[in-house]
């Protein structure tokens, strides 16, 4: 069965780590004098204390961490996290729905990106941070930036990531998994303090500059104005915007390799960033001639929206220089297929993930050869590596479990009295942990406040299920798991 007494343990030293973040954003309302200082200072005190009393439940466990334990604890965490981290929401007054705060928060760690706060440019500045830090936390997963940061705290680290991380397919960079999280979350860190600089440099000041380097890199959306990146009216902070969000959407292995071994050969043979690539060209090209045919826009800004919502949509980031609802239908057709694929696996994007779209590609084609040649042994092969055939089974489950989901959560909105195509638009949106939908009602532009309490929940879950790439969190509601075996 489940060892409670670790899960209290890892439970209660994550704890720790999230009141030290609060404290952080305590200092920053001082700094600033507003009127949030006691929010957090109280929501600090509260989760830490809580991590004690979790510590001394977990006093006596031992550090052998089952697969079981694995899943229960990386869900767990997302959750928790997503609890504690609402109280300054709460408690400051700024949001006075549980509900609401919730579903802020989780869209935060989630990096997905959703919002309720119509308007975002009245909360104070150590909000709007905290709101920013959740999503770049969140963006390379809660439990790998600790095994990063102290890997001592989380035992079976090899188990939790297997759990966490995103993509069918994982390269091991070093024997030991601590190493390796230290060099991705180097090139995270990096890849954030030159968007912060080349934010700054464009014309924000450091705050935005802070905030939007921490959303874009994250893949994560959340704004500091209502407008998003539309606020400023510039086109060198669109493409600076551009740039880092389809950076951020590469696997962050190929970007470490890259910066740190010029290893570049390597990335442009990556089957899954050559799809990745071709994706945006297309969608772009096509979105262009659209907006300069039907909507009258000129080449150079018709070329500027659509790489920037292709983009922010491929790689789930969901910010918006431009209000997309205000296209030509078709065109959310395609922005609704670039929800659906996502960006690279191992990077901060959610969605289906490109290596998932090249293994597809691949077993249609051999299924097509073997309608001629029944006899014929037909490997599946990415970057000249062979598929297990296991990986192509859990490719079949996931693709069938997340349309399966996304149907299934529309129909209840549905039910619930919300349009069809914001139904089905805001169900991708959660499941791909995107952000803005494409509907008339609730577009890119607007918040989520109008839902109904029941679809927020529903959306969060979504966002979480997303998040953890749906099978790490449905197998906690299977029979199976519970089993004493």
Not at 323 to 346: E, K, N, R, Y
């Amino acid at each position: 069965m489940i060892n409670f007494r670790l899960i209290y343990k890892i439970l209660g030293s994550l704890l720790f780590l999230l009141g030290t973040m609060m404290l952080g954003c305590a200092v920053m309302a001082f700094s600033y004098k507003e009127d949030d200082l006691m929010s957090f200072l109280i929501s600090t005190l509260f989760t830490i204390s809580c991590g004690f009393v979790l510590r001394y439940f977990g006093r006596e466990s031992d550090n052998n961490l089952s697969r079981r334990d694995a899943y229960f604890v990386v869900a767990a965490t997302w959750a928790v996290f997503s609890l504690f981290g609402m109280l300054p929401f709460l408690i400051s007054g700024y949001i006075t729905s549980v509900t609401d705060a919730y579903f802020e928060t989780i869209s935060g760690f989630t990096t997905t990106g959703a919002t309720i706060i119509d308007d975002v440019e009245r909360l104070p500045h150590s909000l709007l941070f905290w709101r920013s830090l959740t999503q770049w936390i969140g963006g390379l997963g809660i439990v790998f930036f600790t095994i990063a940061v102290l890997p001592s705290m989380v035992g079976g680290s090899v188990r939790v990531f297997a759990a966490e991380a995103t993509g069918p397919m994982r390269t091991k960079m070093h024997p030991r998994l601590s190493t390796s999280a230290k060099w991705i979350w180097s090139v995270y860190v990096v890849l954030t303090v030159a968007c912060g600089l080349s934010y700054y440099a464009a014309g924000m000041d450091w705050f935005d500059s802070a905030n939007y380097a921490m959303s874009t890199t994250a893949t994560g959306g959340f704004s500091t104005h209502n407008d998003s990146t539309g606020y400023f009216h510039s086109a060198a902070i669109d493409y600076v915007s551009v740039t880092y969000q389809f950076l951020s959407g590469i696997n962050f292995t190929m970007l470490y390799l890259v910066l740190f071994k010029l290893r570049v050969r390597d990335l442009l043979r990556n089957s899954e960033f050559k799809l990745y690539v071709t994706i945006v060209t297309v969608a772009t090209v096509w979105i262009t001639y659209l907006l300069m045919t039907r909507n009258g826009y000129g080449l150079e800004r018709a070329f500027r929206a659509g790489l920037f919502q292709v983009v922010s949509f491929i790689t789930t980031t969901g910010l918006f220089n431009e209000d997309a609802a205000l296209w030509p239908h078709i065109t959310w057709v395609i922005l609704g297929c670039m929800m659906f694929i996502g960006a690279c696996s191992g990077s901060t994007t959610g969605g289906f993930k490109c290596v998932r779209g090249v293994m597809l590609f691949k077993v249609l084609r051999n299924e097509f050869h073997r309608c001629l040649h029944p006899n014929a042994v037909l490997p599946v092969k990415v970057n000249g590596q062979p598929v297990p055939q296991q990986k192509l089974q859990s490719l079949l489950a996931f693709f069938t479990i997340y349309t399966l989901m996304v149907l299934l959560s529309a129909t209840i909105m549905i039910v619930a009295d919300i349009d069809n195509t914001n139904a089905i638009t805001i169900a991708l949106s959660c499941m791909s942990n995107v952000g803005p939908t494409l509907g008339t009602e609730i577009g890119p532009a607007m918040s989520w406040s109008e839902l109904p309490d029941v679809i927020k929940w529903t959306c969060s879950f979504l966002m979480l299920v997303g998040r953890l790439e749906i099978l790490s969190v449905i197998v906690i509601f299977t029979r199976e798991f519970w089993k004493d075996n």
